[in-house]
């Protein structure tokens, strides 16, 4: 049975989806977004794993798009995948600027609070509490944390602009990934359509806001020579505006544009995703 949604049924699911997520509890986007981060640390870890075994980035990525599958499947809350969704439905007057703000406020933080945790319970188990040397993967983490800032910082603005450039780029995929898993309602389908622009942005080397909420305090407390300054200042700060901009711009707009001003708002079992 074809269980596609065509683009007006797509955008009727991304309006609902959108509304109903930024008119979550707090506390539940908090916590969501907490288990979120979490996934995401555990899925970069499988990541760099596959690196080191491989020595191949694009062989890696083939195993990252695990943990994003697995929050979306789980209904749980994401700030890049929402940075699409909110905007979408703020564009077809379901939603205030004011709420859009506040839920992925909420949601950034909560993402943060379970990236840093993850980081936390990787870096003690990686060094058996912080008594040896990190691993191969941990020692992997540690570099990958400098290349993420003091590589960037080398460069000053024109790092800067490329941490924000490697943002939209990264966002425009992770935001489609969250999109194309309403494209379909069976399980299968979601899988594979979510695995396409994933493992895309992380065999390329893009820069996503999340995964850096882990990867660069975990490489820190596994002895990269990074202050927390430098995290802000090189990465997160741009790269959060690149997502922002490449989940807005590209995503959102582009196919609200494309598609939700005729979209027809009576499709039944719309599938919110992250």
Known sequence: MNDWLQP???????MEAGTKKAR?????ILLTGGLSGMMLGFTTTLFVSALVATDNSVVAALFFPVGFIMLVLLGLELFTGNAALLPYAMLAKRLSFGEVLSALIT??????????????IFAAANTHLFADAPDAVGAKIAAIAGLKT???AKLGAAGWGTAFLKGILCNWMVSLGAVMAMVTRSTIGKIV??????????AQGFEHCVVNMFVIPCGMLLGAPVSISQWWIWNEIPVTLGNIVGAGLFTAAGLYFAFGR??????PD?????
């Not at 007006?8 to 991304?14: F, G, N």
């Not at 979550?24 to 539940?28: S, Y």
């Not at 949601?107 to 936390?120: D, F, M, R, T, W």
């Not at 005729?262 to 499709?267: L, V």
Request: charged share 10%; glycine share 6%; aromatic share 10%.
């Open 8 to 14: 007006s049924a797509l955008a009727a699911a991304m």
């Open 24 to 28: 979550l509890n707090k506390g539940v």
């Open 107 to 120: 949601v950034y933080i909560g993402n943060l609070l379970g990236s840093l945790l993850y980081a936390v």
């Open 150 to 152: 003091l590589a960037y």
């Open 193 to 202: 359509a979510m695995f396409l622009p994933i493992m895309a942005f992380v």
């Open 262 to 267: 005729t979209a027809r708002e009576d499709i």
């Open 270 to 274: 719309a599938v919110p995703a992250e």
